[in-house]
RNA sequence: GGGGGCGUAGCUCAAUUGGUUAGAGCGCUGCCCUGUCACGGCAGAGGUUACGGGUUCGAGCCCCGCCGCUCCCGCCA
């Protein structure tokens, strides 16, 4: 070993010991005659003195020419600081260490950007902190995240291991399964023209695994996905993935309960309260206006179509009239909302499909509106009643059919929760975390412009056992066997008890997804054959562990728990990935690129 | 594919809304400093205002294009 101790370990015990520590020059008090230098690694930092009384020459100027970050290694003997020389701030602030070597193992150039001060440092342009992750990562946040990663990783297959779950890995070259999101392919020299992809989840082999008597299958799966970017979502992307044979949905609820709790201690050392709440997809919908409800507030949507059956407002009258609803939110105390504010949220209402947005604004003990004249004075009462409405409320309605109303004032309903927390009106605790899981889901959704049914999860879903007669007579009445999990607003994971049957899985598949047989059997034909040697009754899950450590590092990217990560775009500032290859390579693989030329 | 935000010194930001030589803090370089801990003091260097066009007597600021980062919609079985 370089070094006797760790930069947070020396404590008043130690003072008298010769000691020796590694690591990185964090900041440097050069007083001229005296220089304090505290050395910093990933377990905390402690200061080292250099005394020219008591020092070679040429090793105090070592220590003056020394630049931040560079890297060191420096022998010494611990002392007890001066009387009031203490530093409270960090825990090896009693002692110091008296340098008698100092051997510079990197001099660090100039940084880019500053990393010493927390402050500044978390506000350096993104861009430039992903090119230099490697400074990025010596930062104490990102430090943190990284570490209560491993440590929910380690927990979580301590988990599994207990309740007797294999750790299995599955393969990352997989086959094209074009169902679902886009993915990535890789050619194959060996039979030019064929293509591996990787995977955008372990599904088909971890259901393989249960045909394989594996019973409790569990992966930290890696998973591919070639869509566009957001804040909670990567190119890449890690799953807690798990399946298990011989149960039912209460099974994995049970499960995942225990797993999360686990987690919950372990980072947090906060108790969650099991078992978590059970909303139907369709109160989800109606009460909060998405399957993945933040129930942390309530803001929640009132259904006004009895109400407002007939109005004379014909938006709302006619909304009814056509089959339609009509709902409504109280953001309370919102009032005060700007032009700006009713602009954006009617923008927002808008790209859902929205005409408009209705609102009223409770102001000086009146209603202002431009609708509030078209209302009558039994209207206007079941708004009193139903929103509670109070001095400085804002009103806001949607009117149309059940699903596109009900998510139009749930997208509404979370933009004013964030108005109304910048304003200081509703505050949340940070340690808050309101679990629960979202059942009952229809099966199938049906898609207007291709005029077919796809599923809401997948197709190897399987639907709830009393339904199954109505697949091909009443499909949009079908209810899968399918949850998510949800905190605070996010959907923290989702699965599903799978079909094990394979004159159902064949119905789904070519009947009510009108896949053709031939492509059936080329593309799920191995699982359909699988299913016919004793397949047993399973179902899992899938957690999105990215998202999980960012929920739990209370951060909303997770790029700031993950090392690498990338861009929006999908790159890689640091590696510069992804990049041309020579054409001696794509020779080997037998590719011609035909790439567009920029205008 | 679409919409919004951002881009000025190595970093974080300013620039009186189109008007003199583009400033400050931190960092960097040099000098001074023996108890600092975001040390302090003095001096100095450092700019193709992302990039390319345009309008104008004059552009960091206005217009068009383009690149990058970011947020959102679409997309994510």
Redesign the pocket.
């Known amino acids: 070993m370089k070094r006797t101790h760790h930069c947070n370990e020396l404590r008043p015990a130690h003072i008298g010991q010769t000691v020796t520590l590694c690591g990185w020059v964090h ?8 220089i ?1 230098i ?1 050395i910093r690694d990933r377990e905390g930092r402690t ?1 080292t ?1 250099f ?3 008591d020092l070679p020459k040429e090793v105090f100027d070592r220590a003056a020419a020394l ?2 970050e560079s890297v060191v290694r420096v022998t010494g003997r611990v002392r007890s ?2 009387e ?4 409270a ?2 825990p090896t ?1 009693e002692i ?1 260490v008296m340098v008698r070597e100092l051997e510079v193992l990197n001099l660090a150039d ?5 990393i ?2 927390p ?2 440092a978390s ?6 902190r ?1 090119k230099y992750r490697f400074l990025d990562l010596r930062r104490p946040e990102l430090a943190r995240n990284i570490r209560l990663r491993s440590k929910v990783a380690i927990v979580t297959r301590q988990f599994m291991d207990e309740q007797g779950f294999l750790e299995v890995e599955t393969p990352i070259l997989f086959k094209s ?1 074009p ?4 993915e990535f392919l890789v050619p194959n020299r060996r039979d030019p023209g064929t293509f591996y992809a990787l995977p ?2 372990p ?2 082999f971890k259901q393989i695994l249960m045909v394989g008597g594996i019973e409790r299958y569990y992966q930290i799966a890696r998973c591919f ?1 070639d ?7 990567q190119l890449e992307f890690t799953q807690i993935d798990i399946e298990m044979s011989f149960i039912e949905r209460e099974d994995i609820y049970a499960l995942i309960e225990g797993l999360l709790k686990r987690i919950w201690k372990t980072a947090l050392d906060q108790d969650i309260a099991t078992p978590f709440k059970r909303m139907p997809f369709v109160e989800a919908m109606s009460r909060y206006g998405m399957d993945k409800p933040d129930t942390r507030f309530s803001m929640e949507l009132a259904d006004f179509t009895e109400e407002f059956c007939g109005s004379q407002f014909k938006v709302f009258g006619g909304a009814v009239a056509a089959g339609g609803v009509v709902k409504a939110i109280n953001a309370k105390g919102l009032a005060c909302a700007t032009q700006g504010q009713i602009e954006s949220m009617t923008e927002l209402a808008k ?2 499909g929205a005409k408009g947005l209705a609102f009223i604004k409770v102001e000086n003990g009146e209603w202002k509106s431009p609708i509030v004249r078209f209302l009558t004075d039994a209207e206007k009462a079941a708004l009193q009643t139903k929103l509670a409405i109070e001095e400085g409320d804002l009103i806001l309605f949607a009117a149309g059919e059940w699903l596109a109303a009900c998510e139009i004032l749930g997208r509404i309903r979370l933009y004013a929760a964030e108005v109304l927390k910048a304003a200081g009106k509703l505050v949340i605790p940070a340690d808050r975390f309101d679990f629960l899981w979202v059942v009952d889901f229809p099966l199938l959704s049906f898609d207007k412009e291709q005029n077919r049914w ?6 190897f879903t399987a639907p709830v056992a009393e339904d199954i007669p109505l697949l091909k007579t009443e499909t949009r009445k079908v209810r899968g066997q399918h949850y998510d999990v949800v905190v605070n607003g996010v959907e923290l994971g989702g699965g599903s008890i799978r079909i094990h049957q394979p004159d159902v899985q064949k119905t789904v598949f070519e009947e009510v997804l009108q896949i053709p047989p031939d492509e059936t059997k080329l593309r799920f034909g191995y699982m359909l054959e699988a299913f016919r040697y004793g397949a047993p009754p399973h179902g899992g899950i899938a957690l999105g562990f990215d998202r999980l450590i960012a929920i739990l590092c209370n951060t909303p ?1 997770i ?1 700031d728990v993950i090392a690498f990560p990338k ?3 999908g ?1 890689d ?1 640091m590696t510069d990935a992804p990049a041309p290859v020579p054409a001696k390579q794509l020779r080997e693989l037998y590719l011609e690129l035909k790439v567009p030329k ?1 205008e």
Do not use: C, M, W
């Open positions: 900041s440097r008090r050069d007083l001229g005659g005296v304090f505290d200061q003195v005394d020219p009384s630049r931040s600081r001066p009031g020389t203490n530093n701030k960090i602030g110091e100039p940084l880019p950007f500053q010493d001060d402050e500044t506000r350096v342009n993104e861009e430039l992903l399964t169902e679902g999101a886009r955008q989840s599904q088909q996905r869509e566009d970017q957001r804040a909670d979502r790209s859902f796809y599923s809401s999860h997948h197709p990217s790029r861009t929006a775009k790159t500032l920029k």
